[in-house]
């Protein structure tokens, strides 16, 4: 059965360093999202992507956030200058286009900022 | 702004039990769907609830929606420790985005 997959599964950097978080969508969807979980907290939207553009971002998205897809498999999340706050764990999704718009998630990226 | 509550927030029952949790939100959605989640895993799909009067059951679980009153409920029938998880539901705001609910933690105790 196809699935997101995410890279890497835990990432630990310094304050202050870029992060390029990785995700594979499943291969025929069109709509690209990523959220993030803070320890023991909610999932919290950032970003969905539609044709090779921002579609809606949330206040969390700031200028230090940025999303690519550099190829037709990966979609990619950019922590510019990451912050101590940043540590979470980063769940990609994607979704078909169907009239469910279901959402599938990924295993999710763990990132921890020393 | 679009809202989504769930209660509990934490629900410990015992096995064989029933209980149902609760989701609210605030603005019109045709869309809600229920998550589960295991401590340090993704987010698993659990059902998709696309209109009103929308009932789905899977195994001990069955969902509903009332989409007049801005409510879901996830009944639990006869509660299994292997359904200890955090349950969570969303709301799909605009097609861009899913908001989602605090998340219930469930332990269910032998």
Redesign the interface.
């Known amino acids: 059965e196809p699935e997101v997959t995410q890279t890497p599964s835990h990432q630990v950097t310094q304050m202050g360093q870029e992060v390029i978080l990785r995700c594979v969508p499943i291969s025929n969807h069109l ?1 690209f ?1 990523w ?1 993030r979980q803070i320890l023991g ?5 950032l970003v ?1 992507f539609y044709n090779n553009e921002i ?2 971002k ?1 206040e969390i998205f700031d200028d230090q956030f940025s999303v690519e897809r550099p190829d037709g498999s990966n979609f990619t999340l950019k922590i510019r200058s990451t912050k101590l706050e940043d540590s979470a764990m980063y ?1 990609c999704a994607s979704n078909g286009g169907s ?10 990226t763990r990132l921890t900022v020393l | 702004e679009l809202k989504v509550e769930q209660n509990p927030l934490f629900l410990s029952m015992q096995e064989g039990k029933n209980y149902t949790i609760y989701c609210n939100y605030s603005t019109t959605s045709d869309r809600l769907y229920w998550y589960r989640q295991d401590p340090g895993k993704s987010l698993e799909s659990l059902f998709v609830l696309l209109s009103n009067g929308a009932v789905k059951q899977e195994g001990r679980l069955m969902a509903s929606l009332d989409t007049k009153a801005r409510l879901s409920t996830l009944h639990i029938t006869a509660a299994v420790h292997d359904l200890s998880a955090t349950y969570f539901c969303a709301v799909d705001k605009n097609g861009n985005k899913l908001v989602f609910g605090a998340g219930t933690i469930l332990r269910v105790k032998s």
């Open positions: 709509y999202y959220y907290q909610k999932v919290e939207f969905s579609s809606e949330s769940f009239s469910y718009n279901e959402q599938f998630f990924g295993p999710g």
